[in-house]
């Protein structure tokens, strides 16, 4: 897992890799800048995706109110709202949107194909479909991947070789996340893969 300075400065660079509306294209004029996050403002702050973003933004130059204006828009965990809120930011015209969270990323890969999205971090973001690949992710997408996923199946096996009498494993994931199925999902059909490959 990557330490929050890391983050940070992964992060910052992410945005200001963004080719189209970049902040760096448009240093003479007051970027508007988008962060929409699936949680709450007070969840936002407590994890320190928020102020890692301003932090990281304030190195590499970027002052909120000198020559960028923030438009924050919090979910508060609520499925329901996400969409309005993707569709807010875009009738807006910010120049990028900095995002959190699966279903906000779902909504606004609905919500536009021209607006730069960074995507704060994602489990797959090729099995997703939020990139075409990891070194071209093509679209209006791009951000940080936390490269596990092949992981889920590595943990099993570690698993079996310490409980070699185990037969069953239960998954916990979240119902309400559209990703959640698809990784188990995934896993699954790796595991069968690797099952018949052994002799």
């Known amino acids: 897992m990557t330490t929050r300075r890391g983050f940070l400065i992964a992060l910052g660079a992410g945005v200001l890799a963004v080719p189209r509306g970049s902040l760096a294209e448009q240093a003479s004029k007051v970027a508007r800048i988008g962060f929409l996050s699936y949680g709450s403002r007070q969840s936002s702050l407590d994890s320190g ?3 890692a973003f301003m932090q990281g933004m304030r190195e590499l130059g970027y002052v909120e109110g000198t020559n960028f204006i923030l438009e ?6 609520k499925a329901e709202r996400v969409a309005a809120l993707a569709a807010d930011l875009v ?4 120049d990028l949107i900095v995002a959190t969270g699966t279903a906000v990323y779902r909504a606004l890969q609905h919500a536009t194909t021209t607006v730069p999205v960074v995507i704060t971090v994602s489990f797959d973001p090729v099995g997703d479909g939020w990139a075409a690949s990891l070194a071209r992710p093509g679209g209006n997408m791009t951000g940080l991947a936390l ?3 092949d992981l889920g199946p590595k943990l099993l096996e570690l698993l079996k070789a310490t409980v070699p ?6 998954v916990l994931s979240n119902p309400g996340n559209a990703s959640h199925p698809q990784r188990v999902m995934r896993i699954m059909r790796l595991l ?8």
């Open 91 to 94: 009738r807006l015209k910010v």
């Open 165 to 170: 009498k185990m037969s069953r494993v239960a």
């Open 192 to 199: 069968k893969q690797k099952s018949k490959a052994q002799p």
């Open 147 to 149: 490269g596990a996923a």
């Open 72 to 77: 924050a828009r919090f979910a508060d965990g």
């Open 49 to 51: 995706r928020y102020n």
